[in-house]
């Protein structure tokens, strides 16, 4: 056989792709994510399944909607995955034992607020699971503050599946005798910071906070896995925890009263989930690896500051939604020096070599 | 109390912003040089009339004056339109404007009677040939305004596109495809 | 020798071996060969033969004319049946002209002058030569080559380099050739090195060819001034640009030269071009082509002569196992779709390449996630994603401001693109744009100044016409008085 019909209209160059695509891309944030979310729902029991199921159908309800409002194909859009990870991470941001409505109205804010306005996937400005997060914490400060002591699964004190669905949907209130402080809350009210033993429950996450964020070692596998497939740049959290711990360490030696040691900002709030997960979405972060620096530094210095100084116990939200916005100028300012020219754009001079080498 | 320390700290911010920006427009304002100046500058100035004015400069001043759009130049196409735009600072989608191409003028052989009428209404002296003799347009000079088809007798004048070749050719715009 | 890095760069599916294992097969002589006049960068040849004249194998078809050119050879004996259009082997499907020779089987050499012992000859002789073989790029830019060794004279060359990069997947002709005829590679290599002056040649081959790399290093073994360079497998390494970098650690500066800053590159193909020119005195009438890709039912390297049908080489391999996607002239990164099986080979085709769907891993557009890949592949150092919202803004000139002449057209860009964007191919339309308006603003001015002189004419012409009419008045006046 030697027949062949050509395309009417040419292709250009190249001709063969790599692997790597977005749907393939989200799947393995996904599975990067999968370490905290088992962790997460370990942890706090079936109420936390219901948060994940319930936030996951919220945003993917509402990207259907929208497309289905902007007349755009359904299934294509939704085929990329992008809603299913924007559900997922908001889920683990939130109180596991939050009320239904919170999670629902959180997602469908994220993608309708967060993503949809903007023109869909990679025309928002802003992260939109943490858009979400703060739009919550602005409007039900009390709901999302609720936080619970870890009731692993099929504990003696652990909620049954059904109890669960009555903590959800709010036919009970959750008993006050589970309701707790998270390890960052000294920061804001003073006492003592955690350290030694209590630190190795940092690390492993048995202790009270958002549902996916309180176990380092499984953020720390999930990032670890997104950094080795190349999925997320290094640059990001590479910065943002060093800044973190850097300024906490300064800090730290000043006063140890008054500023919480280094390992504890690094391991007792949501740093870790942020380093990996949130900062490194592309659609708000810079594109060049020294851009990049500075955009993790940025929010790693702004979430020490916060957390500090500021009104609230956890700032990560907060910060990444500043630098999301200040990344237009990052990327402005910091472009690569193109080949055979300096960096002010003009060509390089002419130099010769007579010597060899 | 509260209330009135924020209105008066509001208004107190208004008034120095607001000084400050008169004194930013005095002392670093642009000097805007003449609209009309720059906008002749950039139309190609053949005087050739297909706008609809009888100028290149009568046309400046109408789209300075807001009364032509900047797309009124059919010989400019794309690129002059978008220059214009950027001159007199509106905003349009370049994408939108139709750019038929460069056209030439071209002379039926066996039409022409030599009157020389085409010659005499050429705006670049596009066109060579005396009277009595068969006329032809030299391709590097002619803008395709069509003022010699207008005038010729005999219809003999035919405005054409320049023939692709692979010299010319250029890649089309991608689709930008179902996102 | 010390190896520098460039920047960006990715590392593409190989796909060599199919064809790299087999030996360079020889294609029977085809019964018709299009012989297009333009095969190169600069001005088309000039035709100096008849339709119906018999030519034989090696007589000029054609001259070279302007300063950057190339003659073209007839690569057979034959009769010349036609001068005209013909399918040119371009995505666009536009005809070229082109000479059309029906071959009479004999094979029958033009009187060519005695082979010499070439190192015997100048540098302008060499050149000279080189010139009158119509030898061109064969790495796939088909630059006249004489043209660039007579840079050598405006720009001393301190280090010649040549190409054996072959970076683009699929092909392996390179490969093939330095593996086969590396004495005569390395021959050809010390002429152009001679030929430009040049006081140290580095050969650059790839990591992925160890048997090219032994061989030629086999061959160098007794030149002392040619080095044989392993480099990493990194594409785009085989572009002029990068492999400068990487060998010399210089950039040639925008807009400049590699003569300028005293490196010259030529690929080994060439080099064996060469080779044949100077010493045996043959002009360029015969490559070899890769015939890879999936679609290709016996993949393997094949010595062409110059106007060989691609359908006649398809039909060699043993036809198409499968309808293919795609047909490319040239590696699938930066080679060009053909219009149809019926286009020719000419000098620059360094492979024939039928790509099955699977191979080519399309998949429908996305939105662009801002993710970066692009700029971190990069070789230039552009923001490509940048770069196409501009373009599919339609704002050409804020995409010119950002760099895009300098897009080298590699598509590394579009190649990790996890959104399939088509990247190069927005960026060759915005690169046609930028050329596009360049001349428009040139006749533009030519036509401000045109229009300029006709006011001045006609200024002048009344000017003259009021003298006239006022000295005739003034006559009357004496004649009446």
Aim: proline fraction near 8%; hydrophobic fraction near 45%; charged fraction near 15%.
């Amino acid at each position: 056989m030697t027949s062949w019909t050509p395309n009417r209209s040419p292709v250009a160059a190249p001709h063969v792709h790599g692997r790597t695509a977005i749907p393939q891309v989200m799947r393995t944030v996904l599975l990067a994510l999968l370490p905290a979310t088992a962790t997460g729902v370990w942890l706090f029991g079936w109420p936390a399944l219901n948060m994940i199921v319930l936030s996951i159908a919220g945003c993917v309800a509402a990207e259907a909607a929208a497309l289905a409002i902007g007349r755009r194909a359904l299934a294509h859009t939704l085929g990329d995955g992008s809603a299913v990870v924007t559900g997922l991470i908001l889920a683990l941001c939130l109180p596991p034992w939050a009320p239904w409505w919170l999670p629902l109205l959180g997602g469908a804010f994220a993608i309708v607020v967060g993503k949809q306005v903007f023109g869909g996937l990679g025309q928002n400005v802003l992260n939109p699971a943490m858009l979400a997060r703060v739009a919550l914490l602005v409007s039900f400060p009390l709901e999302m503050t609720a936080w619970v002591a870890p009731q692993p699964l099929f504990s003696a004190a652990a909620p049954g599946f059904l109890e669960s669905l009555a903590i959800t949907f709010g036919a009970v209130a959750a008993p006050d005798a589970v309701s707790a402080a998270t390890a960052l809350a000294p920061l804001k009210t003073g006492g003592e910071f955690a350290a030694g033993p209590a630190l190795i429950a940092l690390g492993l996450g048995t202790v009270p906070g958002s549902l996916g964020e309180t176990s380092a070692l499984a953020l720390l596998a999930g990032g670890a896995l997104l950094i080795a497939r190349r999925i997320v740049p290094w640059q990001i959290p590479a910065a943002l925890l060093g800044t973190l711990a850097l300024l906490a360490a300064i800090f730290n030696q000043i006063d140890p009263a008054h500023y919480a040691p280094p390992l504890l900002h690094l391991l007792g709030g949501s740093a870790l989930m942020c380093a990996f997960f949130i900062a490194t979405d592309p659609v708000g972060a810079p594109v060049t690896p020294s851009g990049r620096l500075i955009f993790g530094a940025g929010i790693g210095a702004l979430i020490y500051a916060i957390r500090t100084w500021g009104g609230y116990p956890e700032g990560v939200a907060f910060a990444v939604l500043l630098l999301n916005a200040a990344t237009p100028l990052i990327d402005h300012l910091v472009r690569p020096r193109r080949y055979g020219r300096l960096r002010s754009g003009a060509p390089l001079p002419v130099i010769r070599r007579e010597d060899g080498r | 109390m509260m209330m009135i320390v924020s209105v008066a700290a509001v208004a107190a911010l208004g008034l120095v912003l607001g000084w400050l920006l008169g004194l930013a427009s005095q002392w670093l304002g642009a000097t805007v040089d003449p609209v009309v100046e720059r906008i002749t500058e950039a139309l190609p100035g053949s005087q050739c009339g297909q706008c609809g004015y009888p100028g290149c400069a009568q046309a400046a001043a109408a789209v300075a004056a807001g009364s032509a759009p900047v797309t009124l130049c059919p010989p400019g196409g794309r690129a002059v339109a978008e220059k214009l735009a950027e001159i007199i600072g509106t905003a349009f989608d370049p994408g939108n404007v139709p750019d038929r191409g460069p056209l030439l003028a071209r002379v039926r052989t066996d039409y022409c009677i030599g009157c020389s009428r085409c010659i005499k209404s050429c705006p670049t002296d596009a066109i060579l040939g005396a009277t009595k003799q068969l006329h032809v347009v030299l391709g590097e000079a002619c803008i395709g305004c069509g003022a010699c088809a207008e005038v010729c007798p005999t219809g003999g004048i035919d405005l054409e596109g320049i023939p692709v070749t692979l010299r010319n050719w250029r890649w089309h715009k991608p689709g930008l495809g179902k996102a | 020798m010390k190896i520098f890095r460039f920047r960006g760069g990715i590392h593409p599916e190989g796909n060599k071996d199919p064809t790299a294992c087999h030996p360079i097969a020889r294609l029977p002589l085809p019964k018709r060969l299009y012989i297009p006049l333009q095969q190169h960068i600069g001005e088309p040849a000039a035709p100096e033969v008849k339709v119906g004249q018999h030519v034989l194998k090696g007589q000029r078809l054609a001259r070279h004319q302007g300063s950057v050119s190339a003659p073209v050879h007839a690569p057979t004996s034959g009769t010349v049946v036609a001068i005209g259009d013909h399918m040119a082997p371009h995505p666009s499907g536009l005809p070229v002209q082109t000479i059309t020779l029906e071959s009479d089987g004999e094979e029958c050499w033009v009187a060519t002058e005695p082979a010499v012992d070439p190192f015997s000859l100048s540098r302008a002789e060499v050149s000279a030569r080189v010139r009158d073989a119509g030898i061109v790029g064969l790495g796939g830019a088909a630059f006249p080559a004489a043209v660039k060794l007579d840079a050598g004279n405006r720009h001393p060359i301190e280090t010649l380099i040549i190409n054996g990069g072959e970076c683009e997947p699929y092909l392996t002709c390179d490969d093939r050739l330095m593996r086969e005829g590396a004495g005569y590679v390395v021959e050809g290599v010390r002429l152009i090195a001679s030929g430009l002056g040049a006081r140290r040649t580095v050969i650059a081959i790839e990591d992925n060819k160890p048997e090219a790399l032994e061989a030629m290093r086999a061959a160098a073994a007794a030149h002392p001034g040619i080095t044989v360079l392993r480099v990493p497998s990194r594409y785009p390494m085989g572009s002029e640009k990068q492999l400068v970098s990487t060998v010399t650690g210089l950039e040639i500066p925008a807009g400049k030269l590699s003569a300028e800053i005293g490196v010259s590159v030529h690929n080994v193909g060439t080099a064996l071009a060469v080779c044949r020119a100077v010493r045996f005195a043959k002009p360029l009438v015969s490559r070899v082509v890769t015939m890879g890709g999936g679609a290709i039912r016996n993949p393997r390297n094949v010595v062409v002569p110059i106007g060989t049908p691609v359908a006649d080489l398809v039909e060699f391999c043993g036809g198409f196992t499968v309808t293919p996607s795609r047909v490319l002239m040239g590696g699938p990164m930066m080679g060009q779709v053909l219009p149809g099986l019926e286009a020719p080979v000419v000098k620059g085709t360094s492979g024939i390449i039928a790509l099955t769907a699977a191979e080519a891993h399309a998949a429908s557009q996305r939105a662009c996630l801002h993710c970066g890949r692009c700029v971190d592949v990069c070789p230039v150092g552009l923001v490509p994603l940048d770069l196409a919202a501009r373009v599919r803004a339609g704002r050409i000139d804020d995409a010119a401001e950002l760099g895009m002449g300098d897009c080298l057209s590699c598509g590394c860009c579009a190649y990790v693109c996890p959104a399939h964007l088509p990247l190069a191919h927005l960026f060759n339309y915005a690169k046609g744009e930028i050329a596009a308006r360049r001349e428009a603003q040139r006749k533009a001015e030519d036509t401000r100044k045109l229009a300029e002189a006709r006011r001045l004419r006609l200024a002048a012409e009344i000017a003259a016409k009021a003298a006239r009419r006022s000295a005739r008045s003034s006559d009357n006046v004496e004649i009446g008085s």
